[in-house]
C-alpha cells in the first residue's frame, strides 16, 4: 500500500523543462501530473499516521467523540507537528528529498501498519441511495478539485508567478527559508518561513506540490462542517449534505497557489477544536489543538490573534457549559499561541532588524535601521503599506462609514448573497426529513459557533486588508451551518403539527441531497472558479495534450510568452524596468523561469533597492545615475494599462523627462519599450502624449490611484526625516 506513495514521490524528482510544461506538454507531464494526483491522499494518511502517534485518548478518559472527530483531529495533530519539523529542517537547511521521503514513507507505513489495526468506535456505511448518492457526489467534487486546482496550475493573479512559485522553488533549490545573503528576498521569507509542510512537499515534488497540500487543506475544511454539523443535528445526511455545500463554497474563489488555505483551514480546526475543548470533556482534543495554533502562530504571527479570538469564542462558550472554570483551558492554549507568536517576531527582529512589515505603523518605531537596511530598504516598506489600500478602523466619521460598509458586506455574502435563493428549498425539504433532531446538550457548542462568526465579522469589519480576507474566507461555509441551524427547530415545528406526515411518501432524503447537489453548483458557478471548459483543458494537460497556457482563459492575462517576445528587443545584459503593467507583465516575467534571473526589475526586491527613493522621488538626472548603475537600460510600457506602480511614477516619465532623456527602443502590437537617449529613436509628440494620457488616468481611477496615494505618503515621509534630521 506504501509503493505508490514512493514511486509518486522519485517519481516527481524527474524535472520537466519550463518550456515544455508551459507551452507542448508531453509525457512528461503527463507523468508529473499523475504523481501529484497520487500524491494528494498519502498526504492525507501521512499527517492522520503523526497525529496518530499522540492524538488518541487515554484509557480513563471520558471521551465523547467519535471515529470522525478522532480522524479530523489526528489530521490537523499531525499536519501541524509535521509543519513544525519542516520549519526544523528548513532552519537547519536539511530540506532534501533523501530527508523529506523517507520520513513521509515512515508515517504512512506506520499508518498502515498501527491505525487500520486499532478497532473503530464506531461503524458506517451507506445504506440507502441517498447516502450513497451524496457519498459519490463528495467523492467526485473532491476528484473535480483535485484536478483543476490540484493538479494544473490555479493562477488568475499575479502573485502566485511572481512571489509563490519562485519562492517554492528557491526552498526546493537552495534546501533552506533563510535569506540568500547575496540575494536577500525579504518578502519570501517572511511569507514562506513558517509553511513547514509545504517544505516537506515541495523538496521532492516542487513548487506545484504546494497546490496538492491546498487542496487537501480544502477538502479538510469539508471534513471540518461536517463535524460542526453532526453537532447540530442526528443522522448523516444533514452533515453530508452541509459538507457537500462548504465545499464549494466561495472559498474555492481563491488560488490555491497561495498559502491561504492552509491558514483558513488551521483557523477553522481552531475554532472547531477550541469550543469542543471548552464544552466537552475529552483531553485528547488538547493534544491536538496546542501544536495547531503553535503552528499558526510561526505561519503568520498575526494570524495568532485571530486564533486566540476564535479561542475567547471557545472560552465563552465554556462559561455556558460549566462556569466560570470553563474559560481556563481554552486561554491558555491561546495564551501559548500568543506567546509563540511573540517568540517568533523577536527571532525576526534580531535576524532581520524589524519584526513584521504588516502594520508597518506597530514595527518601524523599533526597527533596527542598519541591519534592515543590508536587507531591503526603509522607502520599499513606507511605499508598498501605503500603495496597497490597507484601512484601519479608527474614529473618524468616514472611518465608522468604511467598517459599516465593511460589515454590511460580509452580512449580505452570509445572507443576501445573489445564490441565496436556493437555499428557502433545501432548508423546508430538509426540515421535512424524519428524526431531525437537535443532539442533546449541544446548546453550549452552538453558542461558541455562534460567538466565532461574531468574531469573524467583527475582525473584518476592523480592516479592508486583503490577505486577511483571504485567510478568513472560510466564513462562506457558515451559510450552510446557519441553514442547519434554521432546519433543527423548524423540523420542530413540522412535528409539532404533524406536517411531516404529509411527506412520508416522499424520498425525503434524496430530495434534501439533490437540493443541497443545487446550491452547491449555484453557489460554485457563482465564484465561476470551475467551469467545464477549465476542466476539459485540465483533462487534455494532465494527458500531456497541450501545456498550461491552453488549460485555462486566466493565461490571457499571464501568458509567458510576452516576456520571450520583450526579451529578444532587448540587449542581453540589460534590465528591463515595467513602467505600468503591474498586475499583468511584471508579475509574470519578473520571475520567469524562461529568462535570465533579473531581467525582468521585481515590484518587492528591486535590483536597485538601496536607491530606490531616489528612483521613485528624484530628479531625473538622480533617478537616470541610479537606474544606469544597475543596468536599467529600458522600459517597458503597455498601452490601456492603468496600474502604474512605484517606478512608473518617477518624475523620470514625465512629458518633459521623456523628451529628453528617453528614445524609443522598439513599438510592439500594444506596447513600446524605451531606452535611453542616444539608444534608440526619437519620441513623438503622440507617443509622449499617449503616455501621459495613460498616467493621468491612473491617478483618478480607482485600484491604480492607491499606487500614486503611497507616493505621496512615502514623499511625507522622507521629508518628515528630512525634518527631523535637521
Known amino acids: 500500500m506504501t509503493a505508490p506513495f514512493l514511486v509518486a514521490a522519485l517519481g516527481l524528482l524527474v524535472k520537466i523543462p ?146 509563490y512559485l519562485p519562492l517554492l522553488a528557491d526552498l526546493q533549490n537552495r534546501h533552506t527559508f533563510w535569506l540568500d545573503l547575496e540575494k536577500p528576498k525579504l518578502f519570501w521569507f517572511l511569507l514562506g518561513r513558517g509553511h513547514g509542510a509545504d517544505m516537506l512537499l515541495v523538496s521532492f515534488g516542487g513548487p506545484l506540490a504546494h497546490q496538492i497540500l491546498s487542496v487537501v487543506y480544502l477538502l479538510s475544511i469539508t471534513a471540518l462542517v461536517h463535524r460542526m454539523a453532526a453537532r447540530l443535528t442526528t443522522g448523516w445526511i444533514l452533515p453530508g449534505c452541509a459538507a457537500l455545500i462548504a465545499m464549494w463554497s466561495s472559498f474555492i474563489g481563491l488560488e490555491t497557489g497561495r498559502f491561504h488555505y492552509e491558514t483558513g483551514a488551521f483557523l477553522l480546526f481552531v475554532c472547531w477544536a477550541g469550543v469542543l475543548f471548552a464544552t466537552a470533556k475529552a483531553r485528547v482534543i488538547s493534544r491536538a489543538l496546542v501544536p495547531a495554533v503553535i503552528s499558526i502562530a510561526i505561519m503568520v504571527p498575526q494570524a495568532a490573534i485571530i486564533a486566540a479570538a476564535f479561542l475567547m469564542a471557545g472560552a465563552g462558550a465554556g462559561w455556558f457549559a460549566h462556569g466560570p472554570r470553563g474559560i481556563v483551558r481554552p486561554l491558555v492554549v491561546a495564551a501559548i499561541g500568543l506567546g509563540t507568536a511573540a517568540l517568533g517576531l523577536l527571532v525576526n527582529q534580531f535576524y532581520l532588524g524589524i519584526a513584521e512589515v504588516n502594520p508597518i505603523g506597530v514595527f518601524m518605531p523599533l526597527i533596527n535601521v542598519e541591519r534592515f537596511r543590508q536587507i531591503s530598504s526603509l522607502d520599499l516598506m513606507v511605499y508598498v503599506n501605503n500603495a496597497q489600500g490597507i484601512n484601519y478602523a479608527g474614529f473618524s466619521m468616514l472611518d465608522v462609514v468604511a467598517a459599516l460598509r465593511r460589515c454590511w458586506l460580509v452580512l449580505s455574502n452570509l445572507f443576501v448573497a445573489p445564490h441565496f435563493w436556493a437555499y428557502p428549498a433545501f432548508i423546508v425539504a430538509c426540515a421535512a426529513l424524519p428524526n431531525v433532531r437537535r443532539p442533546q446538550e449541544n446548546g453550549p457548542f452552538a453558542v461558541g459557533l455562534g460567538l466565532s462568526l461574531l468574531a469573524v465579522v467583527c475582525i473584518i469589519t476592523l480592516t479592508s486588508h486583503g490577505s486577511l480576507e483571504r485567510m478568513l474566507a472560510f466564513r462562506s461555509v457558515a451559510t450552510p451551518l446557519i441553514a442547519i441551524s434554521v432546519i433543527v427547530p423548524l423540523a420542530g415545528v413540522f412535528r409539532q403539527y404533524r406536517l411531516q406526515d404529509r411527506f412520508v411518501s416522499l424520498p425525503s432524503a434524496a430530495i434534501a441531497v439533490c437540493l443541497a447537489t443545487l446550491v452547491a453548483v449555484v453557489v460554485a458557478r457563482s465564484q465561476g472558479e470551475i467551469t467545464w471548459g477549465r476542466t476539459k483543458g485540465a483533462l487534455a494537460y494532465v494527458t500531456g495534450r497541450i501545456g498550461l497556457v491552453d488549460t485555462a482563459p486566466s493565461f490571457a492575462d499571464l501568458d509567458p510568452r510576452r516576456c520571450l517576445e520583450v526579451s529578444r528587443h532587448v540587449p542581453s545584459g540589460w534590465r528591463i524596468l515595467p513602467v505600468n503593467s503591474a498586475l499583468r507583465f511584471l508579475p509574470t516575467c519578473a520571475e520567469s523561469p524562461l529568462l535570465p534571473a533579473g531581467r525582468v526589475v521585481d515590484t518587492l526586491h528591486p535590483v536597485f533597492l538601496p536607491d530606490y527613493g531616489d528612483v521613485l522621488l528624484g530628479p531625473s538626472p538622480v533617478s537616470i545615475a541610479a537606474l544606469r548603475r544597475y543596468n536599467v537600460n529600458a522600459f517597458y510600457i503597455e498601452s490601456d494599462r492603468l496600474d502604474f506602480w512605484a517606478h512608473g511614477q518617477s518624475p523620470l516619465f514625465d512629458p518633459d523627462s521623456m523628451q529628453r532623456y528617453l528614445d524609443v527602443l522598439h513599438v510592439g502590437a500594444d506596447y513600446v519599450l524605451l531606452t535611453w537617449k542616444g539608444l534608440g529613436v526619437p519620441m513623438s509628440d503622440a507617443q509622449v502624449a499617449a503616455i501621459t494620457e495613460l498616467r493621468n488616468r491612473s491617478r483618478v481611477t480607482r485600484g491604480s490611484k492607491e499606487y500614486w496615494d503611497g507616493i505621496a505618503a512615502l514623499a511625507a515621509w522622507r521629508s518628515r526625516q528630512v525634518s527631523a534630521q535637521k
Open 18 to 163: 519550463p518550456e515544455v510544461q508551459l507551452f507542448s506538454g508531453g509525457y512528461l507531464t503527463a507523468w508529473n501530473s499523475l504523481c501529484l494526483a497520487i500524491l494528494a491522499p498519502y498526504v492525507v494518511l501521512a499527517f492522520i499516521g503523526m497525529g496518530a502517534l499522540f492524538v488518541r485518548p487515554l484509557a480513563d478518559e471520558d471521551i465523547c467523540l467519535d471515529t470522525a472527530d478522532l480522524l479530523v483531529l489526528q489530521f490537523f495533530g499531525g499536519a501541524a507537528v509535521c509543519s513544525l519539523i519542516g520549519v526544523c529542517l528548513g532552519a537547519a537547511g536539511l530540506l532534501f528529498p533523501w530527508i523529506t521521503i523517507p520520513f513521509l514513507t515512515g508515517l504512512v507505513v506506520w499508518y498502515f501498519g498501527q491505525h487500520l489495526r486499532q478497532p473503530s468506535r464506531t461503524s458506517w456505511a451507506p445504506s440507502t441511495a441517498a447516502e450513497w448518492l451524496l457519498i459519490g457526489l463528495l467523492g467526485l467534487s473532491g476528484l473535480v478539485l483535485l484536478l483543476v486546482k490540484g493538479v494544473v496550475l490555479d493562477a488568475t493573479r499575479g502573485d502566485i508567478p511572481q512571489l
